[in-house]
Structures are given as C-alpha cells and as structure tokens.
C-alpha cells in the first residue's frame, strides 16, 4: 500500500485483538481466529517487529475501562506505533470519546490505522472524514443493538418468561417456565427457612440458628453441570436473599432493581440501585406465576417485619430488640413532636433507664421535649403483662414444650433428609 513509509515500518505493528463478552471469547472462535491471523497480514504489508495486544478479551468497547487498549495509547504516545491493526474500528472503540481520542493521537504522531480492506492515514482529511464515518456507525450500531435487546427482554418479562437467573429450590422447565425442584430435601430447606423466620421474627436470628444447630440449606453452585446443587452453612445475604425474593411466593417480578449511570476517572460506571421495597415501583409483577413455598400475604408480612428491624431506617419503624435493661425500646413516642423515645442509661453500673424525646436537639441545639424515669414504668407493664398471661400459664407452658419439640423435629428431619440423599447416591453409584 502507497501509504505505508519507511517511517512507519521502522516502527511496529500492533495488532489490537478484542471480544465484547466471555460468551464470545468462549464461543466465538472464528472471531478470534481472524483477528489472530491479522498478525500474519500486518508481516505481509512490510513489519517485522509486530506486537499483540489482547488484554481486552471479554471486556465492552462501549465506554468502559480497557487495559489494552490503554496500553495501545501509551505505545501510541511514545512514538512506538507505526500502525494500528484490527479487523474493524468496533474492535477498537464502540463509543465516539475512545474513537476520536485515538485518531487524534495516530494523527499527530503518524500512525496509521490498518483494518482488513485498507490502511489510512488519520492526518488525511479525506481518510479522517472516512474514518470518522466508521467510528460513528459503529457507535449508532451499539445502540441499536442494546435497545433492541433491552425492549426484547421487557417484552418477554411482561409474559413472565424471561429467568435470567433461576432461585435455588426452583428448576426452568423447556416452555420457559418454572418449577419446584422435586428434590424432598431442597423444599424442606427452603421451608424450613420461612418456618424459622415466623418464629424468631428476625433474619439475624435465623441464621443464628441455622449456625449453632449446624443445619445447612441448599445453595445453587455455577457452572456445574446438571448437578448445582450444594449444601452449605448460610450467610447472612442467603438467607435475606430468600426471605425478600418473590419468586419463593408464586410471583414474577422484574425491574426490582433500577441501574444508574455515573462517571468516574471520565469513564462510565453502570450501578445498581438498591432494592426497591414498594412493589408498586417494580416493572412488572405477576401473581399466582408458579407454584410458591409461602403465600403472597405472608411475604408482605415478611418485608414490613424486616422493614421493622432496621434501626434507624424508618421514622414509623419499631427497630429491632437490642441490649439493654429497658422494657420498652422502640415502643414509646413523644406525644409533643411524635419522635421516638431514646433510652439513657444512667446510675451505678449503667442499669437505671430513663426514657427521653431529644425533640429538635441536634438540629437546633433546644432543649429535650420530655425525659422520665423507667424503672417505674417498666415493672407496671411488666406486670400487667404478667396478670393477663397468668390464667394462661399451663397452655403457655404447654406451647413451649411444643415448640422446643418442633425445633428439635426440623433438625432432626434435616439430617434424615440428608442421610435419605446420601443413601441414594450411594445406591446409585453401586448400581
């Protein structure tokens, strides 16, 4: 090619090599192989010094952070680059911003920019306006893409057919549905989850639970094959993750999360926003989708008591039952400016309460609305409590033995579940 100079052959090629996603990388070999094989055509143009970069492998051209392509620009920089060679400008930028920044540096310091049909020189008025086409189609290309898809995927949603992702104790069926998973274990798993919850009335105490009786519940492990499933103590977000989680009510929901873009180090960020409690906000909402494990009642019970135990979160929420002497925390309000009441700790060892309304203090250094001791308080209601449980001790007795009976009977069907399953496979492997 008449463009290419003895200057830009005592430089080295760079052959730019790039895969938007890991699917591609490992599905799309032909790709690869062509954009490898360009090492071969930049040898055949004149360059004996031809360097590869292919840092960028699985990564988006469209405005995030590539290393490799940072690399590119810093050898471009440096005067070290006599042309850049890729199979197309969508291999080098899909966004306008990465695009131009590059014709501007091959421009001033004359580099040539080298695709499979032609190499141009970017300090051609001509070249640049062609190149500029290229960069600008590219980018209207990715746009196109991404909105067909978005709008594809809302479509199939509103039909409750889209599963991205499927929950642990449901399996996807070939129509595009769901199902429980007809393993006896994993639903008594699941179950046992809820059971526990309306019973402790906190997820922290759930996995308090789950932890010092060494239960283990299922959990679903990528990338393994028609087996993923696999037992395992809990975390925390486990557990939180299965107790706000719809799809375990016989609901399909999408868009419970929104995304946001923001702009860090002049390259854009997509975030996630947090979980949109209101369901009313959700994109779409299908009721009585599948077979559930809970009912669509119990699950709104869930999220207002989980809503209930943030401290601090809500100004109706209660807040969750914390240390302390007092009786009554998170009970009491201000009958003046209705605020919460705090509790102080004062006297000998910390052990006397006094209930206080901090009213406008904080904000505008005023006094407290109202403060009162109590000790007093507590041990009227205190006994109150007790004068109308009395008549009802034996039948509260009763409960409780019953209840201490019931957790020792889901501990102990768990290990039978678990002693069931491995009986099997191990039958199975004999056979």
Request: glycine fraction near 10%; include cysteine; aromatic fraction near 8%.
């Amino acid at each position: 090619m008449s463009k290419i100079a003895p200057d830009h052959l005592a430089r080295a090629a760079f052959v730019y090599v790039r895969q938007s996603t890991a699917y591609q990388v490992a599905n799309n070999l032909e790709s690869q192989r062509r954009q490898y094989a360009l090492v071969e055509r930049a040898r055949q143009l004149g360059w004996n010094d031809v360097q590869l970069i292919d840092d960028d492998l699985g990564k988006s051209g469209g405005g995030t952070v590539r290393p490799g392509f940072q690399k590119l620009l810093a050898a471009i920089c440096e005067g070290r680059v006599g042309a850049v060679v890729s199979l197309e400008a969508s291999r080098l930028a899909r966004n306008g911003r990465d695009w131009h920044t590059l014709l501007e540096f091959c421009g001033l310091v004359g580099t040539l920019i080298v695709d499979e049909d032609a190499a141009y020189d970017p300090r051609s008025p001509n070249d640049r306006l062609l190149l500029g086409m290229k960069g600008t189609m590219s980018e209207m290309e990715l746009s196109v893409f991404r909105q067909r898809s978005i709008e594809a995927m809302r479509q199939k949603a509103r039909r409750g057919e889209l599963h991205l992702t499927v929950a642990v104790g449901y399996l996807k069926t070939d129509d595009d549905r769901i199902e429980k998973d007809p393993d006896r274990r994993v639903q008594d798993g699941i179950l046992l989850v809820f059971r526990k919850f309306a019973e402790l009335q906190s997820v922290r105490q759930v996995l308090l639970w789950f932890r010092q009786e060494n239960v283990l519940v299922p959990a679903i492990m990528q990338g393994r094959g028609k087996c993923p499933i696999e037992w395992k103590a809990p975390a925390y977000h486990t557990l939180y993750h299965v107790l706000t989680n719809p799809v375990y009510a016989g609901s399909y929901a999408y868009g419970r999360r929104g995304t946001r873009v923001t702009i860090e180090g002049g390259r854009k960020r997509i975030m996630r926003d947090n979980l949109r409690r209101n369901w009313k906000d959700w994109e779409v909402l299908i009721h009585d989708h599948h077979e559930g494990y809970i009912s669509w009642a119990e699950f709104e019970r869930n999220q207002h008591l989980i809503a209930d135990n943030a401290n601090g979160k809500s100004y109706m929420g209660r807040g969750s039952v914390r240390r302390g002497e007092a009786l009554l925390p998170g009970l009491f309000r201000c009958a003046r400016c209705g605020r919460r009441l705090h509790i102080q700790y004062t006297g000998k060892g910390g052990n006397t309460q006094r209930y206080i309304c901090r009213g406008a203090f904080s904000a505008k250094a005023a006094d407290n609305c109202i403060g009162f001791g109590g000790m007093r308080v507590d041990r009227h209601v205190a006994q109150e409590v007790l004068d109308r449980l009395q008549p009802l001790g034996i039948e509260a007795a009763l409960a409780a033995m019953e209840a201490q009976t019931e957790r020792q009977g889901d501990k102990r069907q768990q290990i039978e579940n678990a002693i069931q399953q491995a009986q099997y496979e191990a039958a199975r492997a004999r056979r």
